[in-house]
C-alpha cells in the first residue's frame, strides 16, 4: 500500500517563529489532507489539497503531486498551534485515508 | 450544520467483554470510516461503509466489525476484548460518491480502555 512519511517527528519553536512540516507519499493520491489533532483526540481539518496551494489565515499548504510531497507552512506559531500534526493519503477508487506518523509541535512562549 | 458525533465519548471494559461504539455523520454524508488510534501503531483504518454495504476493510482480526443504517449512522462492534485494544477509535464521515474532494470529516472520538 501507499506510504507516508512525515518530517521532522518533533519540532520546538518559540512563539512567533515560522515553520515548515512535510509530507512525502509514494504514490500518486486523489486525496490529501492535513490536520491538527487537539489535546481531547479530535482530528481537525486544516486543508484538503491533493495539489496546488491553499492559505487560511497563518497556515497555508502546497503539493506538488508530481513529486509527491506536501508542505503545510505555519508562520508567526503561537502556543495554541502546539500539538500533532498528521498528514493523510487516499489514493484508488475507496475512501481509505493512510496517516503518517505526525510531527510534533511544540510552541514555548 | 453539526459535525460527526461519536458515542461514548469514554469506555472502561475487561478483557473478554464485548463493546459497542456508534457513530453519526453530517448530515447528508453517507460514508462512515472507522480508524484505530495507538501510540505504537497511530492511526490504522479499520472498514469504511457506505449506503449501508462495507466497501472497505483493513487489515484487523474479525473481533473487529461493524454495520451501517439506512440513516447513515454506523456502529463498531468488538468482540472478546483483549488489552491491545485499548486505543483512541475515531469516526470520519464524508459524501463518498465522488472521489475527487471526498473530505473526511472527524469526530472527536471515543477512548476505549481494556483492564
Known amino acids: 500500500g501507499i506510504q507516508v512519511e512525515q518530517s521532522p517527528p518533533d519540532l520546538i519553536l518559540q512563539e512567533g517563529a515560522n515553520s515548515t512540516l512535510r509530507c512525502n507519499f509514494s504514490?500518486?493520491?486523489?486525496?490529501l489532507q492535513w490536520f491538527h489533532q487537539n489535546p481531547w483526540g479530535q482530528l481537525i481539518n486544516l486543508f484538503y489539497?491533493?495539489?496546488g496551494t491553499k492559505q487560511n489565515g497563518r497556515l497555508s499548504a502546497t503539493t506538488v503531486a508530481t513529486e509527491r510531497y506536501s508542505l503545510l507552512y505555519i508562520s508567526s506559531s503561537q502556543t495554541t498551534d502546539s500539538g500533532v500534526y498528521f498528514c493523510?493519503?487516499?489514493?484508488?477508487?475507496?475512501?481509505?485515508?493512510?496517516f503518517g506518523k505526525g510531527i510534533t509541535l511544540s510552541v514555548r512562549p | 450544520k453539526a459535525g460527526v458525533t461519536q458515542t461514548p465519548r469514554y469506555l472502561i471494559k475487561t478483557r473478554g467483554q464485548q463493546v459497542t461504539l456508534s457513530c453519526s455523520p453530517i448530515?447528508?454524508?453517507?460514508?462512515v470510516s472507522w480508524y484505530q488510534q495507538t501510540p505504537g501503531q497511530g492511526l490504522q483504518f479499520l472498514f469504511e461503509?457506505?449506503?449501508?454495504?462495507?466497501?472497505n476493510k483493513g487489515n484487523f482480526p474479525g473481533r473487529f466489525s461493524g454495520r451501517q443504517f439506512s440513516n447513515s449512522r454506523s456502529e463498531m462492534n468488538v468482540s472478546t476484548l483483549e488489552l491491545g485494544d485499548s486505543a483512541l477509535y475515531l469516526c470520519?464521515?464524508?459524501?463518498?460518491?465522488?472521489?475527487?474532494?471526498?473530505?473526511?470529516?472527524f469526530g472527536a472520538g471515543t477512548r476505549l480502555s481494556v483492564l
Open positions: 470520519a464521515s464524508s459524501l463518498g460518491q465522488q472521489l475527487a474532494k471526498n473530505i473526511q470529516y
Open positions: 504514490d500518486s493520491v486523489n486525496n
Open positions: 489539497i491533493p495539489s
Open positions: 493523510a493519503v487516499g489514493a484508488g477508487a475507496n475512501s481509505k485515508l493512510t
Open positions: 448530515s447528508g454524508h453517507r460514508s
Open positions: 461503509y457506505f449506503s449501508e454495504t462495507q466497501r
